[in-house]
């Protein structure tokens, strides 16, 4: 008796169970565990048989009536808490997944977080089951960029086992497509970036007037001094493009592939440039055409700007995205489709009595939504009547909604993209 007081009666041994979590021990009463039966100390309490309580826990010693748990000790001491006071709490650093993998084990039910805790959990949770569906589609989506980045330059490593010079070309090849591998592939990288920005102003430089050269027939030719230029860069070209293909461990997919096909296309103008040059003077002539066939082949030369995705993570997130945006695009052209055939035909039937307009046909119209709609406005073609200017008001309103509504998604899986191609291309060019 203390102060008009007694102590309860102790309880017997009988009365409690001995858990062991990982080492951490504790002594709990049945009646505190049976406050929920449904959890899995609370199942444990109604098992009979040594082979159902071993279904719930890792060992049991029966002598000294002890539950050994093979989980994480820190946590249990939360369950601990939670049986106590009827509430759970989320553990602030914790991972979320590692939280709900817990109290799955330990059968506590989401709705037993406390208030201050729940809506974080719940946050958390849906941001996590995001990341982690967005991963399995881009797991099991065939032909998924993310997957074959990661995974390409390793399985290529592995074809080169028994091939010819396996070591010499294995070696070659990981300087040519890694060129984070090593200073080597650096300076290799470097130089095809260097020769690609050459040519590349070559070209533009040769567009200008003060380049222009004729030749005795008044035929345009090349400027010397650029025509130098363009052999040196086309013969490093090609060098690069037969050295990289005699190292490819499969000669069919290297061929198959986007960018190595760029290649191809950007070196093939002119060669096909130089053998019709070496035919005849009058075999030259019997061919059609040949002087609009010269202009295209030379204007193919534009493609060699593309091989600068060979060293651009931007480049590349850029083509994956609008490969894997397909929808969106589609949703995009059509949108504005109907916005543009609607506006032409309102634009139309408010300006044609007006002899100063321009818009005196739905074609002219498309010519005049579609610069709108993309708030281009060259100014070429305007409304001049109040209608048409409020036309004209609502086409450019409606054509910033209906941009802006897939661009959204498009640049958000552009985002995506770029963040996972730089990481396993940490080494390479980001431009």
Same mark, same amino acid.
């Given at each position: 008796m203390v102060y008009g007081r007694a102590f309860p009666a102790r309880l017997p041994d009988d009365c409690f169970i001995n858990l062991n979590v990982g080492g951490f021990k504790r002594r709990m009463e049945r009646d505190v565990l049976q406050r929920f039966p449904q959890t899995r100390l609370g199942r444990l309490l109604c098992c009979s048989s040594r082979e159902a309580i071993l279904e719930l826990c890792d060992d049991f010693s029966p002598s000294e009536?002890?539950?050994?748990?093979?989980?994480?000790?820190?946590?249990?001491?939360?369950?601990?808490?939670?049986?106590?006071?009827?509430?759970?709490?989320?553990?602030?650093?914790?991972?979320?997944?590692?939280?709900?993998?817990?109290?799955?084990?330990?059968? !506590?039910?989401?709705?037993?977080?406390?208030?201050?805790c729940s809506n974080r959990f719940h946050e958390l949770k849906g941001?996590?089951?995001?990341?982690?569906?967005?991963?399995?589609?881009e797991e099991e989506q065939p032909g998924s960029p993310f997957a074959e980045e990661l995974s390409s330059l390793d399985r290529d490593l592995e074809m080169f086992e028994g091939s010819w010079c396996a070591d010499v070309r294995k070696n070659l090849w990981l300087r040519l497509e890694n060129p984070g591998h090593s200073a080597s592939a650096k300076a290799l990288a470097?130089?095809?970036?260097?020769?690609?920005?050459?040519? !590349?102003?070559?070209?533009c430089v040769h567009s200008m007037p003060s380049f222009h050269r004729v030749d005795l027939n008044d035929r345009v030719v090349e400027d010397p001094v650029l025509a130098i230029f363009e052999n040196i860069c086309v013969l490093c070209f090609s060098v690069?493009?037969?050295?990289?293909?005699?190292?490819?461990?499969?000669?069919?997919?290297?061929?198959?592939s986007p960018l190595n096909l760029i290649d191809l296309i950007s070196i093939m103008p002119f060669y096909v440039t130089l053998a019709i040059e070496m035919v005849d003077e009058g075999e030259r002539g019997k061919l059609e055409?040949?002087?609009?066939?010269?202009?295209?082949?030379?204007?193919?030369?534009?493609?060699?700007?593309?091989?600068?995705?060979?060293?651009?993570?931007?480049?590349?997130?850029?083509?994956?995205?609008?490969?894997?945006?397909y929808r969106e695009v589609g949703l995009l052209v059509l949108f504005l489709s109907v916005?543009?055939?609607i506006f032409s035909a309102l634009i139309y039937t408010v300006e044609k009595e007006c002899?100063?307009?321009?818009?005196?046909?739905?074609?002219?119209?498309?010519?005049?939504?579609?610069?709108?709609?993309?708030?281009?406005?060259y100014g070429d073609t305007f409304p001049v009547t109040l209608a048409g200017k409020l036309v004209g008001t609502l086409c450019i309103v409606c054509g910033l909604l209906i941009v802006a509504l897939p661009i959204t998604n498009i640049f958000n899986k552009f985002s995506e993209f770029y963040e996972k191609q730089k990481g396993p291309n940490a080494g390479r060019c980001s431009t």
């Open positions: 009536m002890e539950y050994y748990f093979d989980r994480n000790p820190g946590f249990f001491r939360h369950v601990l808490n939670f049986y106590l006071t009827g509430k759970l709490h989320l553990i602030e650093g914790q991972c979320v997944v590692s939280f709900r993998q817990e109290i799955e084990y330990w059968g !506590i039910k989401e709705r037993h977080l406390d208030s201050c941001v996590a089951d995001d990341r982690d569906s967005e991963r399995k589609s470097l130089a095809s970036l260097s020769v690609v920005t050459i040519s !590349i102003v070559a070209m690069e493009f037969l050295v990289r293909l005699a190292a490819a461990p499969s000669a069919g997919k290297f061929l198959r055409n040949v002087g609009k066939v010269m202009q295209i082949l030379r204007l193919m030369r534009v493609f060699r700007i593309l091989k600068l995705a060979r060293h651009s993570s931007g480049l590349r997130s850029l083509g994956a995205t609008l490969r894997h945006s916005g543009m055939s002899q100063e307009s321009e818009l005196q046909n739905i074609p002219v119209g498309w010519w005049w939504a579609t610069i709108s709609m993309t708030t281009v406005g």
